[in-house]
């Protein structure tokens, strides 16, 4: 069975610093993995994926990921977030087989950027 | 990007009645749709999946009495709440997979029972 843990359930961090938001999975099969944002009151966006290829994927509003298959991790950075970043943000992961891939997610990460 | 809506975006009602909330993809079709309770500040358990012209697949533990979807056309599924009690009052989100297998979420819908 799969699993997504994000190890940080909430990052204060000041704005224009950089971020880190961690996420590590574990599967016995080939995986996709995302991160999605979640902003207050509102539904998931997706920041970016990793589906092959670069282990280094580049997705919306300046986050970037990398894919990490030794360490089965998939962090999630930013060199310098704008309190817009505030907000949710959510690991998911799919195997690649089988016609109802569900997205298993993890808990989420609150990150709150303060001036 | 594609953009699923779902409506209402806001729902209160009094115990022991039905509310259904709709999903619709609104620039491509979607075979699959996936609807999720959250909790606040947790993570989306996802309740089940939607196949078009075929019966829902619930998860573990999530009544398929209480919990009716109905996905009849390619851009459309509902979920009914059946009987809604208070503990049911959450944040219900919908998603549509695109044929890429992209997943896009609709904008919730927030229920309260009273």
């Known amino acids: 069975a799969q699993s997504v843990t994000q190890l940080d359930s909430q990052v204060p961090v000041f704005e224009e610093a950089p971020v880190e938001l961690r996420c590590n999975y574990s599967?016995?099969?080939?995986?996709?993995l995302f991160w999605y944002v979640q902003y207050p009151n509102q539904g998931l966006q997706l920041l970016l994926k990793y589906l092959s290829g670069s282990t280094l994927v580049k997705g919306i509003n300046g986050f970037e990921a990398e894919f990490n298959k030794s360490q089965t991790s998939f962090h999630l950075r930013k060199p310098s977030v704008h309190i817009s970043d505030t907000a949710e943000y959510f690991c998911a992961v799919s195997d690649q087989t089988g016609n109802n891939r569900k997205l298993i997610w993890g808990l989420g990460t609150s990150l709150a950027v303060n001036p | 990007g594609a953009v699923v809506s779902q409506h209402p975006s806001r729902v209160i009602c009094k115990s022991g009645t039905s509310v259904k909330i709709e999903c619709r993809s609104l620039?491509?079709?979607?075979?699959?749709m996936f609807w999720y309770r959250q909790f606040p500040k947790k993570s989306l358990m996802l309740m089940a999946t939607s196949n078009e012209g075929s019966k829902a697949t619930y998860e573990q533990g999530v009544e398929k009495d209480k919990f009716l979807i109905n996905h009849a056309s390619l851009t459309l599924s509902t979920l009914t709440v059946t009987s809604a009690h208070p503990e049911d009052s959450s944040f219900y989100i919908c998603?549509?997979?695109?044929?890429?297998?992209?997943?896009?979420f609709g904008p919730g819908t927030r229920l309260t029972v009273t």
């Open positions: 998603s549509a997979r695109d044929r890429t297998d992209e997943q896009y």
């Open positions: 620039d491509f079709q979607a075979t699959t």
């Open positions: 599967s016995s099969v080939s995986v996709y």
